[in-house]
Nanobody, 121 residues
Framework: QVQLVESGGGLVQAGESLRLSCAASGRALSDYAMGWFRQAPGKERTFVASIRWSGGISYYTDYADSVKGRFTISRDNAKNGVYLQMNSLKPEDTAVYYC???????????WGQGTQVTVSS
């Protein structure tokens, strides 16, 4: 089975940056996308960003409108995972961030346990 482990969360002030990492292990298919979702207390989990290998060294990426221009998703080939570089953080970015993978461009088949990101005003 697929296992996903997130790291890099923490408490930062508005305007600062944070980099999340997700390490993957197990039997994910080679064409699976990887992504990030987030969930604030009492709220539904929502899509943040995803990335899909397109062959060679090319990738497709997708971002929620709320994070475009601020967040960047990239592959971590050494750990078969992904990074999420988060710049210009806002208090509304506060949530538990979950790594995901699966066949869809916004993958929801497998989930990590999450890492807390808190942005103070």
């Amino acid at each position: 089975q697929v296992q996903l482990v997130e790291s890099g969360g923490g408490l930062v002030q508005a305007g600062e940056s944070l980099r999340l990492s997700c390490a993957a292990s197990g039997r994910a298919l080679s064409d699976y996308a990887m992504g990030w979702f987030r969930q604030a207390p009492g709220k539904e989990r929502t899509f943040v960003a995803s990335i899909r290998w397109s062959g060679g060294i090319s990738y497709y990426t997708d971002y929620a409108d709320s994070v475009k221009g601020r967040f960047t998703i990239s592959r971590d080939n050494a750990k078969n995972g992904v990074y999420l570089q988060m710049n210009s953080l806002k208090p509304e970015d506060t949530a538990v961030y979950y790594c995901s993978t699966g066949p869809a461009m916004r993958p929801t088949l497998y989930w990590g346990q999450g890492t807390q990101v808190t942005v103070s005003s």
